[in-house]
T-cell receptor, first 112, second 114 residues
Framework: DVKVTQSSRYLVKRTGEKVFLECVQDMDHENMFWYRQDPGLGLRLIYFSYDVKMKEKGDIPEGYSVSREKKERFSLILESASTNQTSMYLC???????????FGDGTRLSIL | LAKTTQPISMDSYEGQEVNITCSHNNIATNDYITWYQQFPSQGPRFIIQGYKTKVTNEVASLFIPADRKSSTLSLPRVSLSDTAVYYCLVGDKRRTGGGNKLTFGTGTQLKVEL
């Protein structure tokens, strides 16, 4: 069965810190995604990667960067965390861009 | 970029058929439509996907009219365990330049009662 694993379920960080969120998939999928989920706003795409070292911006990339050095791993980086980045972060992967995405269970990040 | 609109919430009773509609007036030729289900403290889970007309699988049906400006997820005979948030996703099927054109709806909270 497909497995997308996010490194932490809950994370608390301080304003100004550099924060790393890690995601690993075991299905050899080409595509990986980072979303944030906020009440009333649904899921919003932050960044997307369609291959190793390849990335594209989503709807809300400001304040974030990503890294994909290996096919199975996609990292989301908050360069200097701010309180408005407190949110649920979801990682997903898919084999083809138009095939169903498989999601991790999310990381609830709080920035104090 | 296709903007999607869904009802915020719906209520139903066990055994009834539930239809959830998503509006996507700006859908483009390359866009496909996918529906996901999400339970609390879990990531969304795939339900069904289509491009046009009707698609059916073991858990749901997806109806897409000819103009593709909306889509309807149909859940037959719902049970208490179908209480969840349902999201529609409109996405561009092109490999590059398409990944950043993924638009989720804001979700519909379905509550099923006895």
């Amino acid at each position: 069965d497909v497995k997308v694993t996010q490194s932490s379920r809950y994370l608390v960080k301080r304003t100004g810190e550099k924060v790393f969120l890690e995601c690993v998939q075991d299905m050899d999928h080409e595509n990986m995604f980072w979303y944030r989920q906020d009440p009333g706003l649904g899921l919003r795409l932050i960044y997307f990667s369609y291959d190793v070292k390849m990335k594209e911006k989503g709807d809300i990339p400001e304040g974030y960067s990503v890294s994909r050095e290996k096919k199975e791993r996609f990292s989301l980086i908050l360069e200097s965390a701010s309180t408005n980045q407190t949110s649920m972060y979801l990682c997903a992967s898919s084999r083809q861009i138009d095939q169903p995405q498989h999601f991790g269970d999310g990381t609830r990040l709080s920035i104090l | 970029l296709a903007k999607t609109t869904q009802p915020i919430s719906m209520d139903s009773y066990e055994g009834q058929e539930v239809n959830i509609t998503c509006s996507h007036n700006n859908i483009a030729t390359n866009d496909y439509i996918t529906w996901y289900q999400q339970f609390p403290s879990q990531g969304p889970r795939f339900i069904i996907q289509g491009y046009k007309t009707k698609v059916t699988n073991e858990v749901a049906s997806l109806f897409i009219p000819a103009d593709r400006k909306s889509s309807t997820l149909s859940l037959p005979r719902v049970s208490l365990s179908d209480t969840a948030v349902y999201y529609c996703l409109v996405g561009d099927k092109r490999r590059t330049g398409g990944g950043n054109k993924l638009t989720f709806g804001t979700g519909t909270q379905l509550k099923v009662e006895l």
